[in-house]
């Protein structure tokens, strides 16, 4: 119902004489035709609009009341979702009661159509998720070298259960070509992923996976706690809190692989497997080796 000038309200819904003229029975044609899939887009709005612009000098009601919701609708130069289904429902209003309850079941249907469309949207967006956050990778190990470099020192003053502790690939090491360093979040390296464990943990932050490494524990020694490590490796779209991706670290990068880089150049220098001294050593216990061997063949 919608009130007049003289403050009376008009009918809305048409009647049965109006549904026996022409242009009530044209309104009830185009309005079923643009809601005879229970919903209308836009261009059933505009083929609507077109038809009421054809015939604003008609007085019904119902066409004054339609025309005005759709200037109203269209004075922003857009339309969206909630006012089409607006007008679906203004449509269904000034219908009478017989024909109204058909629109309103196709309403409905299309509705739960869009809900269980949802819902499945839904539930396939979390299982992909569910796949997604799965763990591909996970380990448990003891931080190795922690007798180098003033680690023991950086171990007792920053390390706790339950921190977090972030893995770099250390490329350019002296000793091992699957080196990964294990750092705490002022970039500074507290040892490295023992050898066993570095093959497979270097594979994968080779092929970009997300990852995240907490202490699990720390075995108290005489020098310096030992802290075991919990490391779990994830997909790159794993939306789980704390994961390490793309090399985004909360230290400077560049400045970490730096003074790893520092660590390198000096164990290089003064590795005793190496070097002069180092060949000395080997050629002469190998030459003490053949002696002993001589020796043995003579006395036999």
Not at 180 to 208: A, M, T, W
Request: aromatic share 8%; net charge neutral; hydrophobic share 35%.
């Amino acid at each position: 119902m919608r009130e007049n000038k003289s403050g009376h309200k008009k009918r809305l819904s048409l009647t049965k004489n109006q549904l026996l003229t022409d242009i009530g029975a044209e309104l009830v044609s185009i309005c079923n035709q643009i809601t005879e899939d229970g919903v209308i887009n836009e261009d059933e709005l505009s083929e609507l609009k077109s038809w009421l612009d054809e015939n604003s000098n008609s007085e019904l009601p119902s066409i004054e009341f339609l025309t005005h919701l759709i200037n109203g609708f269209l004075k922003d130069g857009k339309v969206t979702k909630d006012e089409l289904t607006y007008l679906y429902r203004s449509i269904e209003s000034i219908l009478p009661i017989e024909m109204r309850s058909t629109l309103v079941l196709k309403r409905r249907d299309f509705e739960k159509l869009q809900k269980d469309q949802l819902k499945a949207i839904d539930r396939e967006l979390k299982a992909k998720q569910r796949e997604n956050n799965r763990v591909l990778v996970s380990c448990r190990y003891p931080v190795a070298g922690i007798n180098y470099h003033d680690r023991i020192e950086l171990i007792n003053e920053f390390v706790g259960e339950n921190d977090d502790l972030f893995l770099v690939r250390d490329k350019s090491n002296y000793f091992s070509k699957t080196a990964v360093r294990i750092c705490l979040r002022n970039g500074h390296s507290i040892g490295f992923v023992p050898e066993e464990y570095s093959k497979q943990i270097s594979k994968c932050l080779d092929k970009n996976l997300a990852h995240k490494s907490i202490v699990l524990r720390l075995y108290v020694g005489k020098k310096s706690d030992l802290p075991i490590i919990h490391s779990e490796f994830y997909l790159p779209e794993a939306k789980i809190e704390g994961l390490i991706r793309n090399d985004v670290y909360p230290f400077d990068l560049s400045l970490a692989l730096k003074e790893i880089s520092i660590e390198n150049e000096y164990d290089r220098k003064n590795d005793s497997r190496r070097g002069p001294v180092g060949r000395r050593n080997k050629e002469t216990g190998c030459l003490v080796f053949l002696i002993l061997i001589i020796v043995t063949l003579l006395i036999a």
